[in-house]
């Protein structure tokens, strides 16, 4: 019994080890969903300024375009992390998450497997891995879509969103500026292109609906909890098996 346990343990260790270096695994052009291969919607819209609050903070957002996207989620930041001060010092509780998502022929040729993501409290940033993957990526069908939402529940689905997601996401491309304690504390602004930014797109948008239309982890996902379980139950197993003697 002591023998099976203590393989137990090893091979759910192994199984941690492989499918935690898996479950952001990015997939394979082939699996790519068609309405991924377009552009995003984008349409001029008036209205008047909204007024939320969120955590005691007011917030004017200034509707700007109707906005839908399509995109694969090649790298992710969620501003509730315990490193992201930034967020807090500005007062930011409605930025929950950022998406960095590639469409058009980035996801349709492939060549986002060759290039390298990654994202800080404010900006995504690539870096091709071959001379090939720097031709072919164009950088104007890459955007980090900063998501804004007052709704508890629509942060918690953003937040359940991982790397390896292919999402339909739709809002407003938004300004806001934040007030607290009756001062005004400063104004975040939309791009409006994916090409006005020297380091990609970075869209403001408020959502108002995100699906998740495939995830390459999931499995890998599943597969990581399952062996989180098997070596919880393992340890637990072993500490009531009774004490082995050796002769």
Request: with cysteine; charged share 20%; glycine share 8%.
């Amino acid at each position: 019994m002591h023998r099976l346990v203590r393989f137990a343990m090893i091979a759910s260790l192994a199984a941690i080890a492989v499918t935690w270096w898996m479950k952001d695994e990015l997939p394979p052009a082939a699996r790519i969903l068609e309405n991924v291969y377009d552009e995003p919607k984008q349409a001029r819209v008036g209205g008047k300024p909204a007024d939320i609050t969120v955590n005691g903070v007011n917030y004017r957002l200034h509707p700007r375009y109707a906005y839908e996207l399509s995109g694969l989620v090649v790298s992710l930041h969620d501003s509730d992390t315990w490193w992201d001060y930034a967020h807090k010092a500005w007062s930011d509780y409605i930025n929950v998450v950022d998406l960095c998502v590639v469409w058009g022929d980035n996801a349709k040729s492939g060549v986002y497997r060759d290039v390298g993501f990654s994202n800080n409290q404010w900006e995504c940033h690539w870096q091709p891995k071959s001379g090939a993957a720097n031709s072919a990526f164009n950088s104007a069908q890459v955007s980090n879509n900063h998501m804004v939402t007052d709704d508890p529940a629509v942060a918690k689905g953003l937040r359940s969103v991982r790397i390896g997601d292919q999402v339909r996401m739709t809002g407003y491309l938004i300004d806001y500026t934040t007030y607290k304690g009756g001062q005004q504390l400063g104004t975040r602004v939309s791009s409006e292109t994916r090409t006005d930014t020297g380091n990609g797109a970075c869209e403001v948008l408020y959502i108002e609906s995100l699906q998740v239309l495939d995830s390459a982890g999931r499995r890998w996902r599943l597969g990581l909890n399952i062996a989180l379980g098997m070596l919880l139950l393992s340890v637990v197993t072993w500490l009531f098996l009774p004490v082995k003697f050796d002769d």
